[in-house]
């Protein structure tokens, strides 16, 4: 199956990079190296925008296109030159349903192994076949492209979505140890696993199967019963192929094959690649119909895209809606329409979708409202909204998962962002002032109506909160939308343009009148910002007032019994949050309703009622996620056992006194129950999270046998200056 059969070489590409998270460049017409002077070394780290990518096919017309490779876009590459190479990798490597036809062999396409570098090597000389591996600063010819031979490059996916493309996997086992252990007593051992210890006690179990003799196949099935079985809750099947494999490597360093040993494959068709956490229960069906304006974004949404989600596109819809009526509405308790969505989603899922859609949307009726894509500070922030009509702001962010954790580094100009976005969510009528050592440059806020839409995978957004960010204030404001189930069809032919009568409705909601005029600026053309938005009243029907406040004593309840719960104060704050939620959410469906009459109206039982079910919705699989992805947490566990070996270590040193800042990484391993390449990676993941600083040669001399690098922590660090 091609699915892009009847499509032009961009027209394919531009489907890869908008739908499945990938990067591209051109190509010479007919070849497979770039044009004359173009650099294409930006395009492996950044994928171009749509406006890249439609200048970039003007500039080169009727080019071939390329697809960088590597750990960035999750994609290894076997390329097959023959059929005897394609036979041979076959044999070798795991099944992947997606291959690329090329002009006289085959590219076969991973997704990157998680945990593991993949170098890019010619097999000709250690295989003896006519293939390569490529990963890390390699690129491909993209599908439909034309090979200088004539021949088009073609994609073939057995009818697989990309999601289900297996990592490449390792080499098949090729090691025949006589089995030397009783399998019965092996199992008695692993009866039982104990809390946190999900990945050691697989990994420990997996060891001894392979010292028993079993083949990587029947090990592999196996731990995944064992993880089914016994963990709670089991580990994602990806997560645990990465435990098996790296248990298999190191297996077959310390016991090298018999060069006649049969081999082995594993066979990984229909592994689900689920994220421990992923709430598997389908949404209702009532939330993903809300009528009215929502539903009219949500259905031009779908069809401007090639592939999406009503999930997604009702997140999107919802700061749509709420950025254009900010600060033109208010409820009974002066709380606007401003709102704060994550999209969550793996690649190739249409989470991106509503980004597209509300973009061209406020493009076409908002003046100044979008606000910049990527924020280099709080400051910059500030700036944006001080600005006369820039007040009604809408931020579309790219990568969040990755933003929110540029925002927590101390040292970063983004470290006040969060805090900035916490401060502005329910601040819409008391100032904000921005202070400087240059008094000139203070601003100050007097109104301002923040929305705020990101995209992310959701391994990266749950990485950002894993380490004990779960109680940030910026979370409970948040409405996480995140979608496991199936993708939505393909849209073969999508119609960009928007149809008349939404765009005529928008435009009625963003011109309501909000009584704020322009100000004056003074003889140095500095504008003082002393108008005040008056937004208009938009009260409830007594009937949906009685039903918010049952509905907010509901939320009180749980509130209380939740922290005492597995989330903790994550979800005493995310339900304590929800009346202020559900009275946003009523305005924006009343809008929704009503359009730019609602200033005339009220908010009815019917809006305040889709509210609630909605907010409670999304409250609720917050606080699921929170209990089964962040506070089951292995890798937080391992941080915080590290981080207590190097305060024992400074104790210890310290009484000896041979007192030194932090501790080595030899004492550290010495404490963590896992193999010291696991270690590694944890203190290479804490050193990028800015949780631990490596001290390199600490007091080095001249007679000094060897440097001593020394782990310390950053918080304490921290401490220790302020004290100073």
């Known amino acids: 199956m091609n699915i892009f059969s009847n499509l032009t070489p961009f027209e394919a590409v531009q489907s890869l990079v908008q739908e499945f998270g990938l990067s591209a460049f051109p190509l010479r017409p007919g070849d497979k190296i770039p044009p004359e ?11 171009p925008s749509d406006e890249k990518l439609d200048e970039l096919n003007e500039t080169y017309p009727n080019a071939n296109w390329a697809i960088p490779l590597g750990e960035r876009w999750d994609i290894v590459v076997v390329d097959c030159d023959d059929e005897e190479a394609l036979k041979w990798a076959e044999k070798t490597f795991v099944h992947t349903p997606w291959r690329v036809r090329t002009g006289k062999g085959w590219h076969l396409y991973y997704h990157y192994p998680r945990g593991t570098k993949v170098r890019s090597e010619n097999l000709r000389a250690s295989k003896g076949v006519n293939a390569e591996i490529k990963a890390d600063g390699v690129y491909v010819v993209a599908p439909q492209s034309v090979h200088k031979n004539g021949n088009r490059y073609t994609l073939e996916t057995e009818g697989a979505e990309w999601e289900w493309v297996p990592e490449f996997g390792c080499l098949p086992s090729e090691t025949a140890i006589d089995p030397t252990i009783d399998l019965s007593s092996v199992e008695a051992c692993f009866s039982e696993v104990t809390t946190g210890e999900r990945n050691n006690f697989l990994a420990r179990y997996a060891g001894r199967l392979f010292a028993a003799g079993l083949p990587l196949e029947q090990v592999m099935e196996r731990v995944k019963a064992k993880n089914a079985d016994l963990c709670t809750p089991p580990l994602p099947p990806r997560e645990v192929m990465a435990v098996v494999g790296s248990i298999y490597r190191t297996h077959q360093r310390n016991h090298p ?3 006649d040993a049969p081999d082995q494959a594993v066979n990984m068709d229909g592994v689900e690649w689920a994220d421990s956490g992923t709430i598997d229960r389908p949404w209702p069906e009532d939330i993903l119909h809300p009528g009215g304006l929502l539903e009219e974004i949500m259905n031009y949404t779908t069809v401007s895209s090639i592939r999406t989600r009503p999930v997604y596109s009702l997140a999107g819809a919802i700061v749509l809606l709420g950025a254009l009526a900010g600060q033109r509405i208010k409820g009974e308790t002066n709380l606007t329409t401003n709102m704060y969505c994550a999209v969550l989603g793996k690649s190739a ?7 597209r859609a509300v973009v061209r949307l406020l493009g076409k009726v908002a003046i100044n409202c979008l606000g910049d894509s990527d924020v280099a500070s709080d400051s910059a922030i500030v700036t944006h909204l001080a600005k006369y009509g820039f007040q009604r702001a809408c931020y579309v962010f790219d990568e969040l998962g990755v933003f929110l954790k540029a925002c927590k580094n101390p040292n970063s100009p983004r470290a006040g962002v969060a805090k900035l976005l916490t401060e502005l969510f329910s601040r819409y009528d008391t100032p904000y002032t921005k202070g400087y050592a240059d008094e000139d440059n203070v601003k100050t806020l007097w109104w301002q109506s923040l929305s705020l839409l990101g995209m992310s995978v959701p391994e990266e957004f749950w990485a950002s909160v894993q380490d004990g960010e779960a109680t940030n204030g910026f979370l409970a404001r948040l409405l996480v939308f995140e979608d496991a189930g199936d993708p939505a069809p393909r849209n073969p032919s999508p119609r960009t343009d928007p149809p008349e009568e939404l765009l005529a409705a ?3 909601v963003w011109e309501i009148d909000g009584g704020e005029r322009e100000p004056e600026t003074d003889e140095k053309g500095v504008t003082a910002l002393d108008c005040i938005a008056k937004p208009n ?9 009685a039903f918010h406040d049952a509905q907010a004593d509901e939320a009180d309840r749980l509130a209380i019994e939740k922290g005492d719960g597995k989330a903790g104060p994550a979800a005493s704050s995310i339900y304590g949050r929800l009346p202020e939620h559900a009275l946003k959410l009523g305005l924006i469906y009343a809008v929704s309703r009503l359009g730019g009459g609602v200033v005339s109206g009220m908010v009815d039982l019917e809006d305040i009622q889709k509210a609630w079910r909605l907010a409670r919705e999304l409250a609720d699989r917050l606080v699921t996620k ?8 292995d890798f937080e566990r391992l941080c915080i056992m590290a981080e207590e070996a190097i305060r024992k270590y400074v104790k210890f040193e310290t009484a000896r006194k041979r007192p030194k800042p932090g ?22 993941k804490m050193v990028a999270m800015n949780r631990l600083r490596l001290h390199a040669g600490w007091k080095k001399t ?13 918080r304490e660090i921290e401490e220790d200056a302020d004290g100073e």
């Open 37 to 47: 002077g173009f650099s294409w070394k930006e395009y492996q780290l950044t994928a």
């Open 663 to 684: 501790a080595p990484r030899s004492a550290i391993e010495k404490a963590l129950p896992v193999p010291p390449r696991v270690v590694k990676e944890v203190l290479d």
């Open 537 to 545: 009243l938009v009260a409830m029907t007594a009937e949906a007032r």
């Open 626 to 633: 929170l209990e089964t992805a962040i506070h089951a947490s």
């Open 702 to 714: 001249e007679n000094s046998r060897r440097p001593l690098d020394l782990y310390r922590i950053v």
């Open 257 to 259: 094959a018999p060069a």
């Open 349 to 355: 899922s249409g989470k991106d979708a509503p980004k």
């Open 506 to 508: 928008l435009r009625d």
